[in-house]
């Protein structure tokens, strides 16, 4: 068995020659030496005990030996051989001193070796060899936000993020371990997911353009920060939830054809041939799943030929609305260990989980990906194709490059106008009769008290949500958006609440008609106000985003919109109980209520105000809890007629159908009519307040509503 000595020099000179046979072996502890055509076996162990220092190495001289420097190191006084750490001891070249990397990039000198990185502010785009080594080349970012020392106080954490993506991008740090890679990789998801975040207030051009340089960057800095990964599957996850998986295999590794990535709600496969590219080391396959990418770039142009044929079918061609679509998946970025994917050797397959398209006229699922311009970027789907194995909760692409990926669905939104035209005409018939509703709660003295007031402020709440919702079209500005997205919200849980004091109220008054306990004002105001602020502060510290820039309401995405659903769910539950138990228990005494009145007066009086009580008492909203797509239109109709015209049954209910609201609005014409002067004020004033004390007693049972 022949033994080798770990050097890089054997001269093998006047070697003793234990054995001179062709083919002969050598026994242990002996080396084969060639000595001028001879081959002999010299003894190779003379190396064992000598000292060489940290940096040098033993050389085998056949009988004798000498020591050298390891590569990157030499001896301070020129020489290349010395005997021992006594004649000289090798220290570290300093190759930074000479021209070793790019003129864009930095050198910094490391133990036997030299490190080229980008400087602050640059990132490494390509390399190149020179002089059988490789150099790399850097390039300066050119994020399109403010910059560190020209931000104002509301730009500060804008700036702060910005400046952090910079370094960490231009500058890799020099990472000691794996673990200390797979942390970093997770502190760069993390700021990544808060600039994103950031960027779904900013306008739609710059936020195209910052999500596509982000897009770019975070793949070019992936394929060269692998290199600190081991080989094998990493995946990495960030606080948001945007994932990252990855395979690294060694070039002469053949065990399969197919990498294959998986993440919560994407797969990838694709051959390793058409991963690898010989001179480019390592074969790397990664996909980056984005958390929250798909509601910046929701707002972008389309091009492809299924996006055209959105709305070409017959029975839409006479309507002027525009093709429109929604992000159904995560958008994700496929990369792999080279930049030339702009046409693969063979094609890659993506398979997307997402939510059941809703069902929506000349509706389409598209395969796109995001391809980038000048300008920020748009969607296409040139290159990709929808696979027939799609299911409606799972589809699957196939394309002939690599870039970002995401499934959209196309469609036609179609305005039902009748109904638009019925929403704007109720709720300005309702906000009519809400503005003389407010002045009668207000002056009318006859019906003062904690039940009035009650009204008065379900009818203030009620104008001002109505004023806002008439308002939702007007902006077009994201922020302003959602910034009334965020008064809607307040206004109808405020709405719901002062509801929700209705039906305890009547509960109070009607079934606990002899108890003494009522309720304060600080109660209702508690409830009325307070309330409604505490769930509208809570929902928008836990997701601040969920205030749609689209249609200026409560987005849907992350259950945002149960924020507004789940205590409307619960009031409606509980006032619907009361008015049950309030219909019944009049029901049973409603011939005592008005002895004067025919049967099919009563009945028509009760049936009235039964329907003018659940309207007020917010019932009604039950049909917008159904309304899920176009088959569910004749609920949209019942609850538009309800619900826009609310303000209508308050004042029908509580005004027009009160005999003491009657009297003075009989009385307030009639001064209208005859003018004022002085005596007649007063005896006005005395006689309001005669009937009005004379009405107070029995008016439980004279009001003909509920």
């Known amino acids: ?50 000292n060489c ?23 301070p006084n020129g020489g290349s051989e010395f005997k021992s750490v006594n004649e000289g001891n090798c220290t570290d070249i300093n190759e930074c001193n000479g021209s070793v990397c790019d003129e864009t990039a930095l050198c910094n000198n490391i133990e036997g ?7 602050p502010g640059y990132f490494q785009y390509s390399n190149t060899v020179q002089e059988n080594k490789t150099k790399i080349k850097c ?51 993390d700021k990544v997911d808060n600039l994103l975040n950031l960027m779904e207030a900013e306008n739609k051009q710059q936020s195209h353009q910052v999500a596509t340089e982000v897009m770019q960057v975070m793949e070019t800095w992936l394929r060269m920060f692998v290199l600190a990964l081991p080989n094998g599957n990493t995946i990495i996850r960030s606080k948001a939830g945007t994932e990252l998986a990855m395979e690294i295999r060694t070039a002469d590794n053949t065990s399969q054809d197919l990498a294959q990535l998986w993440l919560n709600e994407t797969q990838m496969d694709i051959s390793w041939e058409a991963a690898s590219k010989k001179g480019e080391g390592p074969s790397v396959v990664g996909l980056l799943s984005y958390q929250n990418l798909g509601s910046i770039l929701s707002s972008a142009d389309i091009e492809g030929s299924d996006w055209k044929q959105v709305g070409k079918s017959k029975q839409l061609m006479k309507e002027t609305s525009k093709p429109n679509y929604k992000v159904l998946s995560k958008v994700v970025s496929a990369f792999v260990g080279h930049n030339k994917t702009a046409a693969l050797s063979s094609p890659v397959t993506f398979s997307f989980n997402h939510p059941k398209p809703e069902s929506k006229p000349d509706a389409k699922v598209i395969c796109a990906f995001w391809k980038p311009t000048d300008r920020g970027g748009h969607w296409s789907q040139i290159g990709c194709e929808r696979l027939n194995t799609s299911t409606a909760n799972r589809t699957y692409c196939r394309c002939n490059h690599m870039t970002s990926f995401a499934v959209l669905m196309a469609f036609y939104d179609v305005e ?4 638009s035209i019925l929403t704007k005409v109720g709720l300005v018939v309702s906000l009519i009769c809400l503005f003389f509703s407010i002045l009668t709660f207000l002056f009318c003295r006859a019906i003062q008290g904690i039940r009035t007031t009650i009204h008065l402020h379900l009818c203030l709440s009620l104008f001002a949500a109505h004023v806002i919702f008439l308002g939702t079209g007007i902006s077009s500005n994201t922020t302003a958006c959602a910034v009334v997205a965020g008064l809607l919200h307040y206004s109808f849980l405020c709405v719901f609440c002062w509801m929700l004091l209705e039906g305890v109220q009547l509960y109070l008054m009607v079934v606990q008609v002899f108890n003494t306990h009522s309720l304060k004002h600080w109660h209702i105001f508690l409830v009325g106000y307070g309330i409604p602020a505490v769930l509208v ?48 228990r009049l029901s049973e005494k409603f011939a005592d209520i008005n002895p004067d009145l025919t049967k099919l007066k009563k009945q028509r009086m009760f049936t009235i105000t039964a329907i003018a009580q659940l309207c007020i008492l917010g019932i009604t909203w039950i049909f917008g809890l159904f309304q899920f797509s176009n088959q569910t239109l004749v609920l949209s109709y019942l609850f538009t007629i309800f619900n826009s015209l609310q303000g209508l049954f308050i004042f029908l209910l509580h005004c027009v159908l009160k005999k003491q609201v009657r009297d003075d609005y009989y009385r307030w014409l009639c001064q209208g009519r005859r003018g004022k002067t002085k005596s007649s004020d007063k005896y006005s004033e005395f006689s309001s307040t005669s009937g009005s004390n004379t009405l107070r007693s029995p008016k439980t049972l004279k009001e003909s509503g509920i």
């Open 537 to 584: 502060g809570i929902s928008a510290a836990i997701d601040s985003k969920g205030y749609s820039s689209r249609n200026c309401w409560l987005s849907r995405e992350r259950g945002f919109l149960w924020s507004f659903l789940g205590p409307v769910s619960f009031i409606i539950v509980v006032n619907a109980v009361v008015f049950l138990i309030t219909v019944w």
């Open 139 to 189: 390039k300066e970012f050119n994020f399109p936000l403010p910059s560190w020392n020209n931000c104002s106080h509301k730009q500060s954490f804008l700036c702060n993020i910005t400046t952090q993506l910079r370094n960490l991008f231009s500058s890799p740090p020099i990472l000691s371990s794996q673990m200390d890679s797979k942390k970093h990789l997770g502190e760069t998801l």
């Open 53 to 75: 220092g940290k940096y040098g190495t033993c050389v085998r001289d056949c009988d004798d030996f000498f020591c050298e420097c390891k590569s990157g190191f030499h001896l």
């Open 113 to 119: 070796s030299y490190l080229c990185f980008c400087p």
């Open 416 to 419: 039902d106008w009748g109904l």
């Open 1 to 50: 068995m022949k033994t080798f000595l770990n050097s890089s020099v054997d001269k093998c000179i006047g070697c003793q020659s234990y054995s001179t046979k062709e083919n002969a072996t050598c026994k242990n502890g002996y080396k084969m030496c060639n000595t001028g055509g001879n081959k002999c076996c010299a003894y190779t162990s003379i190396c064992q005990h000598k």
